[in-house]
């Protein structure tokens, strides 16, 4: 079984790359401080940096992060975040039903063994499992994509990403347009070209250069918008959802 991806490499530049403007990032915390009203304990499963644990726990939620990279929660340790743990989201260090909610967010496109991911995460949860997700795709990933095609080199998918999750197994609750992000082709083709996403870490330089030229021509100056989402399944849907499709 392969192991989730570990983001030490680019646990220095995480924030840079992957942070949410605070505006925006207010009101995503307050959405999922919502969701999670009235139930005590949160695992997040995934934590990083802590960039939901952190406001989250300071909203008096008793979260508990769990990761793979050790560097990734040493960032989130300098933030304040309390109660991490380094371990496997396929091997929860927990009881059964240990906590009331879990906290996932784009974290299963990492896990190629994502079924025993969600067999670990609904095994420890009483209630919900919640994920932010974007309504929308990123033009520039998908144009990446095809251009890496073009040239012969297919991308090997690993995982599904929990806004895939929910064709498998209908969220009980969605709440569509939390906010409006306004994203810079310009930033994220930076992004690209410091190979700052894990599924770049093995494509070569050259080819990747050649890309970033490519899109440059063809994105440069634009502005586009994604649409911030948060799902919420109950975990026993998800547990029934895993039981029928082992059989």
């Given at each position: 079984m392969t192991l989730p991806v570990s983001f030490d490499r680019v646990a220095d530049i995480y924030d840079r790359t992957r942070g949410l403007p605070p505006y925006i990032m207010k009101k995503v915390v307050a959405a999922l401080a919502n969701e999670l009203?009235?139930?005590?304990?949160?695992?997040?499963?995934?934590?990083?940096?802590?960039?939901?644990?952190?406001?989250?726990?300071n909203k008096v939620f008793r979260l508990v992060g769990i990761d793979i990279s050790e560097r990734m929660l040493e960032k989130a340790h300098l933030k304040g975040v309390k109660n991490l743990h380094l371990a496997d989201v396929c091997h929860l260090p927990f009881r059964d039903l240990s906590f009331d909610a879990t906290i996932c967010n784009?974290?299963?496109?990492?896990?190629?063994?994502?079924?025993?991911?969600?067999?670990?995460?609904?095994?420890?949860?009483?209630h919900v499992l919640v994920s932010t997700t974007y309504g929308s795709p990123n033009p520039i990933h998908e144009t990446y994509e095809e251009l890496l095609r073009k040239h012969g080199y297919a991308r090997r998918k690993l995982g599904i990403s929990e806004a895939e999750l929910k064709g498998f197994v209908k969220p009980t609750r969605t709440i569509a347009a939390v906010a409006k992000?306004?994203?810079?082709?310009?930033?994220?083709i930076s992004m690209l070209e410091e190979k700052a996403y894990s599924y770049q870490w093995n494509i070569p330089n050259n080819l990747n250069r050649l890309i970033i030229t490519d899109l440059k021509a063809r994105f440069e100056g634009k502005i586009y918008h994604r649409d911030i989402q948060i799902l919420v399944w109950k975990a026993e849907a998800l547990k029934q959802h895993l039981s029928s499709s082992d059989k």
């Open positions: 009203k009235g139930y005590r304990t949160v695992l997040d499963a995934g934590v990083g940096t802590g960039r939901y644990a952190k406001p989250l726990q784009h974290v299963l496109h990492l896990v190629e063994d994502w079924k025993t991911a969600l067999t670990q995460i609904t095994r420890v949860t009483r992000l306004p994203v810079s082709a310009d930033k994220t």
